[in-house]
């Protein structure tokens, strides 16, 4: 697997990031370094192995399905870096007209 | 001052000193070596309040377990009304909502909680290098790097600046900065000490763990933290051992060591030489220890990258910049804003990890690199836990050397990753392990000593670990 910029380009926005040309050029060169090192795997035979998914041998754990309040409104707002009384703050995004 | 909690009560309870003189020394310590940039806040009057309201449980005859046990906590971890960053400037201010179920047990076992403590970014590194609020430095020379990501944990116990932390092991995050750092610290098996509250990195390999100057405070710590949870669902179920009162072991032990684990050339030859003469000690005094083949040594950071960074991809992205956290300043719509602010919230590994993750989970890809990785980890886990069948503990060294210069791998990913070739394979097969100061080196530096079990075994790891440390310190 040969990563490339227009590899990065995708990959950046499916993660939410963007990348300035330096720090892409750098990204390119440092997933291809990394891919090559974990592309060993593909000298393992797993012809026939189930994947592992979970750690505990624990099956449905599951609790009374109960009301509680963990967080008032107040507290989920706290941190919010733009917010009114009642809501997180983002951006416009739909069109006035 | 101190090194043990045995000691600190002893003098507790014989009336000469009292948890608030031993706080007030700790903060002490803590301002005297701030250079060392171990804590990232200290929660001082608080601290002292709560010392206070131990010491009247004590004279009550009420007190906890850990009462007498000041205690520092790994920045990733929750603890209501006080700051958490996991050391990333996207969480720059902050504050929790909840405290950790670790954290909460800690403090209703009468433990001071005195401050959190740095580490690398979202726990992603092996030098703490990664944080956003600086190096930690090693408190024997500040030149080098402490280990990670639990590194501010490792040299506050290593420098006296409070008596055990907590810190959190995803691929050796706990042993790797114990060992560069000369004290103890166990990852506990995977499902053993609840999640809730602390900030994700790889889910299915996290596990929060004690770091303290002996195993039997390491005992008494996971005793408390340890046990199920309603609001972790893959906790194991059953009520764990009381670890501090069955860490008598007596008679031979069935210990294997593999062959490849000590013939890596990355290995350290004086650590080399130090893990052979201490199995033919051990030997000597007739315990077991056979050589075995392990031919998976060369996939087990392949396996744990793509899974890790896969999981962390997704863990990551609630830092969206409108929720909570940092929100960049130059956003004008709804997608830069989750551009921008992730973008310059999230620091350079924290990054590379997230763009892996997302390539081996994206479509075309999936297949080939994440769900062979997942097929890989079952190999590995089923390969180790076959040889525990026939022996009860794993022998390795817990790191290829001793601390490495702050700067002198950082420039190169592979490099860094390779620090945690020991301490892995403990993570992808979900078991305990716990890394005890072994020797030191011709460099002046400590080394650990790492010993692995059974899933579930943790109380016999617990228990062999004392009796190692005995053996080690005669």
Known sequence: MKVNEQLIGHLSHLSRLQFDEQAGQEMVHDLNRILGFVEKLEEVNTEGVEPLIYMTDETNILRDDAVVQTITQDEALKNAPRKDSDYFRVPRFIDQD | MFKTLAETREAIFAGKTTTVQLTQHYLEQIRKYASLNAFLEVFEEEALEEAHRVDQKIAN???????????????????????????????????????????????????????????????????????????????????????????????????????ATLGTDTGGSIRQP???????????????????????????????????????????????????????????????EKYTSKLNHSGPAKLAYFKQYLESEGLDPEIKTYMLELIERLRADGHTVDALDFPYLDYVIPTYYV?????????????????????????????????????????????????LGTFVLSSGYYDAYYTKAQKVRRLIRDYT??????????????????????????????????????????????????????????????????????????????????????KISQ
């Not at chain 2, 210069?405 to 945690?420: H, R, T, V």
């Open chain 2, 61 to 163: 005859g009420s007190a906890g377990s850990l009462a007498g046990m000041v205690i520092g906590i790994k920045d990733v971890l929750c603890y209501r009304g006080h700051k958490v960053s996991a050391s990333s400037r996207i969480l720059e201010g902050f504050e929790s909502l909840y405290t950790a179920t670790a954290v909460q047990r800690l403090i209703d076992a009468d433990a001071v909680i005195i401050g959190r403590l740095n580490c690398d970014e979202f726990a992603m590194g092996s030098s703490n290098e990664n944080s956003a609020y600086g190096n930690v430095l090693h408190p024997i020379d500040n030149n080098l790097a402490p280990g990670g990501s639990s590194g501010g944990s490792a040299v506050a116990v290593a420098a006296g600046l409070c008596l």
């Open chain 2, 178 to 240: 114990a060992s560069l750092c000369g004290i103890t610290g166990m990852k506990p098996t995977y499902g053993t000490v609840s999640r809730w509250g602390c900030i994700a990195y790889a889910s299915s390999f996290d596990q929060i763990g004690p770091m303290a100057n002996s195993v039997e405070d390491c005992a008494a710590i996971l005793e408390v933290i340890a046990g199920p949870d309603e609001y972790d669902a893959t906790l194991i179920q059953q009520t764990p």
């Open chain 2, 385 to 470: 836990r076959d040889v525990f069948k026939n022996y009860s503990f794993l022998i390795l060294p817990s790191t290829p050397g001793t601390a490495f210069p702050l700067g002198g791998k950082s420039n190169d990913p592979i490099q860094m990753y390779l620090e945690d070739i020991y301490t892995v394979q403990a993570n992808i097969c979900g078991v305990p392990a716990i890394s005890i100061p072994g020797g030191t080196h011709s460099n002046g530096l400590p080394f650990g000593v790492q010993l692995v079990a059974d899933t579930g075994m943790d109380a016999s790891l617990l228990a062999f670990a004392a009796r190692l440390q005995a």
């Open chain 2, 307 to 355: 899974l890790t960074t896969a999981e962390a991809s997704s863990n990551l992205s609630r830092y969206d910049g409108i929720h909570f956290g940092y929100r960049s300043k130059s956003a004008t719509d709804l997608e830069s804003t989750y551009k921008l602010s992730r973008s310059e919230g999230f620091g350079k590994e924290v990054k590379r990890r997230i763009m």
